[in-house]
């Protein structure tokens, strides 16, 4: 295990609904980076919290948006979501910002959109 | 667009065989490159990774290729065992500091 958890494990939500995914990062990291993972594709960068500033954002819309917490956990927030947006919700947390350090990932979020 | 690609979707072996997986990568300025393992409800774990400046890294019972000419990625496992049956991806960190993974390959070893 790599000590990142992600809550919930599985969501069900309907088009046009908000939601709000959290991880917390291993001991020790300052860095969490979100991933979208579609079912059979690779995961693709959504955005980087480093020391409680975004870090680097892929190609997503603003309605995919981030916090991060003095604790490092951090939160994935999707408004008026849409029914492409059902994908497995990976967090991964590293001791730098960037991605020349180590990333761990957590289990993810799986969510439906409905 | 820039993209990771890998050569083949699945690949089956024997076990005990050694397993060579493939990846492609369009950007020559990338100039780090990670392999991950992703077993079937869990997220991606750090295999091994390997920077431009090196051709070749090994860890255990993996090692990396890297050739920059071509770019071109290889993972190799050996003594491959059922344990390692998972989706592999291959990553690069690209010239604008992003993490871009590949489609992945699957791999399923038959005992």
């Known amino acids: 295990e790599t000590g990142v958890t992600q809550s919930p494990t599985h969501l069900i939500k309907t088009r046009g609904q908000q939601v709000t995914l959290r991880c917390s990062s291993q001991?020790?990291?300052?860095?969490v980076s979100w991933y979208q993972q579609a079912l059979g594709q690779g995961p693709q960068f959504i955005f980087q919290?480093?020391?409680?500033?975004?870090?680097g954002r892929g190609n997503f819309p603003p309605r995919f948006s981030g916090l991060q917490f003095p604790n490092y956990s951090s939160e994935l927030n999707v408004n008026a979501l849409e029914l492409d947006d059902s994908a497995l919700y990976l967090c991964?947390?590293?001791?730098?910002?960037?991605?020349?350090?180590?990333?761990?990932f957590g289990p993810g979020t799986r969510l439906l959109v409905l | 667009g820039e993209s990771v690609g890998l050569h083949l979707p699945t690949l089956s072996v024997q076990e005990g065989d050694n397993s060579i997986i493939n990846c492609a990568y369009s950007?020559?300025?990338?100039?780090?490159f990670i392999w991950y393992k992703q077993e079937s409800g869990k997220g991606p774990q750090f295999i091994i990774d390997?920077?431009?400046?090196?051709d070749k890294r090994q860890g255990q019972r993996v090692t990396v290729l890297l050739n920059k000419t071509v770019k071109h990625l290889s993972l190799q496992i050996a003594a491959t065992q059922p344990g390692d049956s998972a989706v592999y991806f291959c990553?690069?960190?690209?010239?604008?500091?992003?993490?871009?993974f590949g489609q992945g390959t699957e791999l399923s070893v038959k005992p």
């Open positions: 390997i920077r431009s400046n090196m």
């Open positions: 919290y480093y020391r409680e500033e975004e870090n």
């Open positions: 001991s020790g990291h300052n860095t």
């Open positions: 990553a690069e960190v690209n010239q604008g500091g992003k993490l871009i």
């Open positions: 950007n020559s300025a990338s100039d780090y």
């Open positions: 991964a947390s590293s001791a730098g910002g960037g991605f020349q350090e180590t990333q761990y």
